[in-house]
């Protein structure tokens, strides 16, 4: 079972910044934290990833709280082809992950 | 980064055939992986497919329904066995090159099964 919690959908406006929240309470010490998307019929895209900082990409910011029990993934500036379900898991250091329901997030005009 | 082509992109096939699903990566890849998602859900991991030797599979997948092979580090195949409609789904392969780093995964494989 996935291990992560994550609200099934949210709105934003765009061009306001999205911010999706995922719970991890059983996070070991070394399992990284990973963000994927996926819009509609195409294969899951990777994000960002992080294990205690937080760390900024060119598409994101992701935000791990102290005791790391629970993250939120920042796109600062949604447009629409953001629209997309996000999935937020931890763990897979091999790359074999475990994908929870995610997050369905709209991006309206 | 990791270019991965996956052949058919889609197909529709017969109860009781076997379809069988290729992955190529550009470049060499140690660890691959084969995942399904089903109408509306989430994608459930299958299996590792591991050069060289026997698949991993995952909770409630079987190596009679799903042969995996993985003849080098560029290549699988996933073939799906003895179709029902139960196994319409999007099937798709993807590969990480070093721990703790991001999975590419290709654009999938989309099954119809009648």
């Known amino acids: 079972d996935a291990k992560t919690t994550q609200p099934p959908s949210m709105d934003c406006a765009e061009g306001r910044a999205a911010n999706l929240p995922c719970n991890h309470s059983?996070?070991?010490?070394?399992?990284?934290v990973y963000w994927y998307r996926q819009i509609h019929s195409q294969g899951p895209q990777y994000i960002i990833h992080?294990?205690?900082n937080n760390e900024t990409n060119e598409m994101a910011s992701l935000i791990i709280t102290e005791d790391r029990r629970s993250s939120t993934l920042i796109l600062p500036h949604a447009t629409l082809r953001d629209t997309a379900v996000y999935y937020c898991?931890?763990?897979?250091?091999?790359?074999?992950?475990?994908f929870g329901k995610g997050t369905k997030l709209s991006v309206k005009p | 980064s990791a270019v991965i082509s996956q052949k058919p992109s889609r197909d529709i096939c017969q109860r009781g055939t076997s379809l069988t699903i290729q992955c190529q990566v550009d470049?060499?890849?140690?660890?691959m992986f084969w995942y399904r998602q089903q109408p509306g859900q989430s994608l459930t991991l299958i299996a590792t497919?591991?050069?060289?030797?026997?698949?991993?599979?995952e909770s409630g997948f079987v190596i009679d329904k799903f042969p995996i092979s993985r003849p080098n580090l560029t290549f699988s195949t996933l073939t799906v066995s003895n179709m029902s409609p139960e196994d319409s789904s999007i099937y798709l392969c993807?590969?990480?090159?070093?721990?703790?780093?991001?999975?590419?995964f290709g654009q999938g494989t989309r099954l119809t099964v009648v």
């Open positions: 992080g294990l205690k």
């Open positions: 497919a591991n050069q060289g030797s026997e698949a991993t599979y």
């Open positions: 470049s060499q890849v140690t660890m």
């Open positions: 993807s590969v990480n090159r070093i721990m703790n780093t991001e999975a590419f």
């Open positions: 898991m931890y763990g897979g250091s091999q790359g074999n992950l475990i």
């Open positions: 059983t996070i070991s010490g070394n399992e990284y």
